[in-house]
């Protein structure tokens, strides 16, 4: 899995960072790109990455602002105008399904494809059998939301010196073995899956929160996530403000991913009033509370590991 | 008064070219910007020129497609947090009320200013002593309308022999005698304004169509003016493909613009097929059709004289 940064500024664009998204790519895993917000211009920025609209199959919505909405329509209708014909499903709060179906009766948009409404609430929003997402709610003034995306652990690769020890020898038996519990081979033998497998690999988890101010039963809920991705609108001296705004600090995420000790931290959602020198001295002081951890910017590309 | 191209442009944003809109500036005139269309990210382009958000006092809409409005609720807003205080004037046809309205709703945005909605239909939508705006319906599948904006004749300059012939030195007396048709001096002499000032400015005229296929009418009501901004989604050898889509080639713009007699042609809303080369081959048989004219990219800038 794989995360791109599409905006990672915060309430209105600026020359550096445009406002809300990100793209979670599993193209090797199921082939389908999945967007975290989409504020306006999303379309213009994935235009500069190697992102395929109609590979977009899911959409998640953290809350209504509009620095976290506004790009849908534009979005939805691009992808239908290149062609884009799998359905696409609309994950988000009160409210998403009327801006959309508004936006696109009164400019007069027909979608070749199917959109799905699923308003969420808090809970298993979204599983099949390799993934699982979830929602919590964050206190933002209005309704807002963190999702958490969890991987099924996946069986353990097959372990060839065990397999020869019962005399299967490398080929399609291999595959077979691999995707049921118990195979029979042709002389009689019963080959359990567990015996001849390395341990499970664990399935990755991220947890990608909208705009909130610090929440406490946050910790739990996103404990021992691979990568925690929290806004940062402030830095710690403007503290005051992230309070009255209903936002956190850097420093905020940085506690929650101590508390949690989740494995990387990612910032986003920057005010523009921050110059990069100044990003990177609160690096420097953050990584007393919390370490590894990274401003990121438009266009940064993280690998879940 | 001077144009900006903000987006040239059609359908969907490509590298190149961003989704319909562009700037009226008039701030030598009346310290105001007017904006034409506002597809998505058009304030993303304002960031990259010299337009304040918040001297955008009139927006006007030529029909509501997504590629001419979208940007509208992000714009809107960023105004509002840019500090813009002062009324915005939306023109534009049915649904434009409800899509900002409910845009606006369903995002939790509160404007720190008046937006006050214009409904338009056929013939003068605007006017005050200085200014006059008229629309005439177009033919595009839905509703789309082209606005001509109209200056008014401006007093010519004062003749400095004449009033020197009635005794009249230059001073604040000037300002007294521009401003009024009759000024009685000191001595009892009626100095007539007419007789002293030269012949009258004609004020600018321009016509900005929105999506059209060719409409035989226009050409009487666009007769004359000092630019024509027509759309030329196809060059004139995909003439069916703007039958099949209601548009317009930039053939069919160049014959209305010798047919209406216009001083300038700038074409626009151009399809993201055509390279430069293209465009350029296809600008050089248009000018056996109309001259001058031009395909206008994005941030070109004309000024009106
Ligand atoms: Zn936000
Ligand atoms: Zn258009």
């Known amino acids: 899995m794989e995360i791109t940064f599409l905006g990672t500024g915060s309430g209105v664009p600026s020359k550096n960072r445009n406002v809300s998204s990100l793209a979670l790519k599993m193209l090797q895993e199921r082939d389908e790109v999945w967007l975290f917000d989409c504020g306006e211009a999303t379309q213009h920025q994935i235009m500069n990455t190697t992102i395929k609209p109609r590979k977009i199959t899911k959409i998640f919505i953290t809350h209504m602002h ?40 009164t400019t007069g948009t027909h979608l070749n494809y199917p959109l799905v409404y699923k308003p969420i609430k808090e809970g298993i929003i979204y599983q099949d059998q390799d ?35 019962l005399g299967v020898s490398p080929g399609p038996i291999y595959e077979t073995i691999k995707n ?49 991705i929290h806004e940062a609108t402030f830095i710690e001296a403007d503290d005051q403000l992230a309070k009255d705004y209903s936002h956190s600090t850097a420093a905020d995420a940085a506690r929650l991913a101590k508390q949690a000790q989740v494995s990387y931290l990612l910032l986003n959602h920057i005010s523009s009033r921050y110059q990069q020198q100044i990003l990177e001295e609160e690096k420097t002081r953050l990584q007393s509370i919390f370490s590894p951890l990274q401003f990121v910017d438009d266009f940064t590309e993280f690998t879940v590991k």
Not at 189 to 216: L, M
């Open 66 to 105: 509009g620095d976290h909405v506004l790009g849908l329509p534009g979005l939805l209708s691009s992808r239908s105008f290149q062609s884009g014909e799998s359905t696409v499903e609309l994950y988000g709060p009160t409210g998403l399904k009327e801006f959309v179906e508004t936006t696109l009766k």
């Open 180 to 228: 049921q519990s118990t195979t029979v081979l042709p002389n009689g033998t019963e080959v359990h899956r567990e015996n001849v497998t390395g341990s499970d690999i664990p399935g990755k988890r991220i947890a990608i929160c909208g705009d909130t101010k610090p929440v406490d039963s946050l910790a739990q809920w996103v404990n021992g996530v691979d990568v925690l």
């Open 131 to 165: 993934i699982k997402v979830s929602a919590k709610k964050l206190k933002h003034g209005i309704p807002s939301y963190a999702y958490k995306i969890e991987e099924e652990d996946k069986i353990g690769p097959l372990l060839p010196d065990r397999l020869k020890e």
